[in-house]
Nanobody, 124 residues
Framework: QVQLVESGGGLVQPGGSLRLSCSASAFMLTYHAMGWWRQAPGKKREGVALMSASDGWTYYLPSVKGRFTISKNRNKQMVHSQMDSVESDDAGVYYC?????????????????WGPGTQVTVSS
C-alpha cells in the first residue's frame, strides 16, 4: 500500500518560514510527479506545488509562486515544501500527493495517493 507521511507543520508567524516534509517510496519519487495540496477551513482543496519525476517541471499556485519552493531528495526518499514569507491565507492542512502522470494538472483526479495531512497555522 502506498504511504505518504507529512511532517513539519505547526505555528508560523506572518512573514515567517516553515518547511514541510513528506516521506515517500523511491519508486514513487522516480516515476510519479509529487507535490503538495492544501485545504483551509471552508475552502476547496487546492494544488499548491507540484514537481515532475523526470525533467524538473514544476507548477505553483499563483498565490504562492516566488514564496514556496518544492524539492525532493531521492536518496532520503523525501519531498519538501519550503514556505517563505508566509501569509495568513497560507493556513490550512497540507497534503503530500503523488500523481498518475509526470505532468499532472492541479485537479484532484490527477492524483492517486494522499497523505493524512499536516496542519499549518499562521498567527502572530
Amino acid at each position: 500500500q502506498v504511504q505518504l507521511v507529512e511532517s513539519g507543520g505547526g505555528l508560523v508567524q506572518p512573514g515567517g518560514s516553515l518547511r514541510l516534509s513528506c516521506s515517500a517510496s523511491a519508486f514513487m519519487l522516480t516515476y510519479h510527479a509529487m507535490g503538495w495540496w492544501r485545504q483551509a477551513p471552508g475552502k476547496k482543496r487546492e494544488g499548491v506545488a507540484l514537481m515532475s519525476a523526470s525533467d524538473g517541471w514544476t507548477y505553483y499556485l499563483p498565490s504562492v509562486k516566488g514564496r514556496f519552493t518544492i524539492s525532493k531528495n531521492r536518496n532520503k526518499q523525501m519531498v519538501h515544501s519550503q514556505m517563505d514569507s508566509v501569509e495568513s491565507d497560507d493556513a490550512g492542512v497540507y497534503y503530500c500527493v503523488s500523481a498518475f502522470s509526470d505532468h499532472p494538472h492541479p485537479v484532484k483526479s490527477d492524483f492517486h495517493s494522499w497523505g493524512p495531512g499536516t496542519q499549518v497555522t499562521v498567527s502572530s
